[in-house]
């Protein structure tokens, strides 16, 4: 059982260049969310799903592009990368409406830096 | 909008004693959920303990247990017996169980365990 897996861990972008962030999770969880986590700051609310075909923004949304094709995928583009961009990512996902859900499943994160 | 705050950026604590970590958290939702999450350093966010707003009664996990004040809107967590691998960033999260599906964190306390 692998849980939710990112890809790829460690990143090094130039200013101005995209990229996707890759995360999958097989545990049929309909919430899929993204995080960007920076010193003092916490863990921060990029984009959210709530199942396929259905996407949301949280709090930081800017500079950030989202889709959900697939229960299992949800991958995060930086469009035109900025050195504000520069942080760690978390992916976590959760069953929605089950009982017992609401508890966030963590992938291990990713860290980019933006130059 | 919803908040969460952790007034305590660092703590420490000798091994075997027991600790509080403090979270208090604005809404005028009735019905919430209130997590508190765990990252080592290892940097893998793992859920340390959750409470429903709707039970009274505080939840417990083994060595890990909340102190859950509803009208005062406080949510502390206590660590008995503290051991190294407690070691950790702490994260206080409240999501609200109607409306939009979105996890509010707090800015962490890091915590560390002296041998």
């Known amino acids: 059982n692998a849980g939710v897996t990112q890809t790829p861990k460690f990143q090094v972008l130039k200013t101005g260049q995209s990229m996707t962030l890759q995360c999958a999770q097989d545990m049929n969880h309909e919430y899929m969310s993204w995080y960007r986590q920076d010193p003092g700051m916490g863990l921060r609310l990029i984009h959210y799903?709530?199942?396929?075909?259905?996407?949301d923004q949280g709090e930081v949304p800017n500079g950030y592009n989202v889709s959900r094709s697939t229960t299992e995928d949800f991958p995060l583009r930086l469009l035109s990368a900025a050195p504000s961009q520069t942080s760690v990512y978390f992916c976590?996902?959760?069953?929605?409406?089950?009982?017992?859900?609401?508890?966030?499943?963590f992938g291990a994160g990713s860290r980019l830096t933006v130059l | 909008a919803q908040t969460v705050t952790q007034s305590q950026p660092e703590m420490s604590v000798q091994e075997a004693e027991t600790v509080t970590l403090s979270c208090t958290y604005d809404t005028s939702e009735n019905n919430y959920y209130l997590f508190w999450y765990k990252q080592p350093p290892s940097r893998q966010m793992i859920l340390v303990i959750r409470?429903?707003?709707?039970?009274?009664q505080n939840a417990t996990e083994n060595r890990f247990s909340v102190n859950f004040q509803k009208a005062a809107k406080s949510f502390s967590l206590k660590i008995s017996d503290s051991q190294l691998g407690d070691t950790a960033m702490y994260f206080c999260a409240f999501m609200k169980t109607s409306g939009t599906y979105k996890y509010i964190f707090g800015t962490g306390t890091r915590l560390k365990v002296l041998a």
């Open positions: 409470q429903e707003a709707y039970k009274q």
């Open positions: 799903s709530v199942g396929a075909g259905i996407t």
């Open positions: 976590a996902s959760s069953a929605a409406w089950a009982a017992g859900a609401n508890v966030l499943t």
